[in-house]
């Protein structure tokens, strides 16, 4: 089946640690985004990827990188330099082009540091 | 500057009611496109529908309907006999095509909705 799949669906970090998540889809879409949700909050974009080896900011991309080496893969790394990561991190992807097409969600990983 | 209001924290009704979502928005495009999503307890969003700025058609798909109403910058959710599974949080988004990065949503802060037996 098409899909995005996010990894681990839940990831515990000690303070100082740098952690990545995964973020991986089969749908064959250009574009890929990565958004943190806190509670009661909507989703602010930390990155986003329109085409193979490049990426830009979002709104909250400090403490954060990114790296996007293939189509399929949009992994993000939460650096020791952020000062509060424990949140909902959910990945997107779409077709580009058209700013119409939806985009689609994977579940998610819930991140916390101890 | 995009931005996506929704003003409903919480919502709590009991089964069989019809509850209404509200959703305000803000944009200096002309040409725009927003969007409801469902996002269930398990965390991952769901599409729901899609609206772009030319089309003012309200649309029903079951038990949902949309109303879209570009004199007040409004694109409302209604659910007809609301049901259990239709718990979840709600989230209105908005994309422009002038925002700098092509397809990028700007959400609310969504609704929880809660629907009692």
């Known amino acids: 089946d098409g899909g995005i799949t996010q990894s681990p669906k839940y990831l515990f970090r000690k303070e100082g640690q740098n952690v990545t998540l995964s973020c991986e889809q089969n749908?064959?879409?250009?574009?890929m985004y990565w958004y943190r949700q806190d509670p009661g909050q909507g989703l602010r974009l930390i990155y986003y990827?329109?085409?193979?080896?490049?990426?830009q900011k979002g709104d909250i991309a400090e403490g954060y990188s990114v790296s996007r080496e293939k189509k399929e893969s949009f992994p993000l790394t939460v650096t020791s330099a952020q000062k509060n990561p424990t949140a909902f991190y959910l990945c997107a992807s779409r077709t580009s082009g058209a700013s119409y097409n939806e985009q689609f969600f994977g579940p998610g990983t819930r991140l916390t540091v101890l | 500057a995009q931005k996506v209001t929704q003003a409903q924290t919480e919502i709590s009704v009991v089964e069989k009611e019809d509850v209404t979502l509200d959703c305000v928005y803000e944009?200096?495009?002309?040409?725009?496109?927003l969007f409801w999503y469902k996002q269930p307890p398990s965390g991952e969003l769901v599409f729901l529908i899609r609206?772009?700025?030319?089309?003012?058609q309200n649309e029903i798909s079951g038990r949902y309907s949309w109303n879209f109403q570009k004199s007040t910058s409004s694109f409302n959710f209604t659910i007809t006999a609301s049901q259990v599974v239709d718990s979840a949080v709600y989230f209105c988004?908005?994309?422009?095509?002038?925002?700098?990065?092509?397809?990028?949503?700007?959400f609310g802060r969504g609704t929880q909705l809660t629907v009692w037996p």
């Open positions: 609206r772009n700025s030319f089309d003012e």
């Open positions: 990827s329109q085409i193979v080896n490049d990426f």
């Open positions: 988004a908005l994309s422009a095509l002038g925002g700098s990065t092509l397809g990028r949503l700007y």
């Open positions: 749908l064959n879409h250009d574009a």
């Open positions: 944009t200096r495009d002309t040409t725009y496109y």
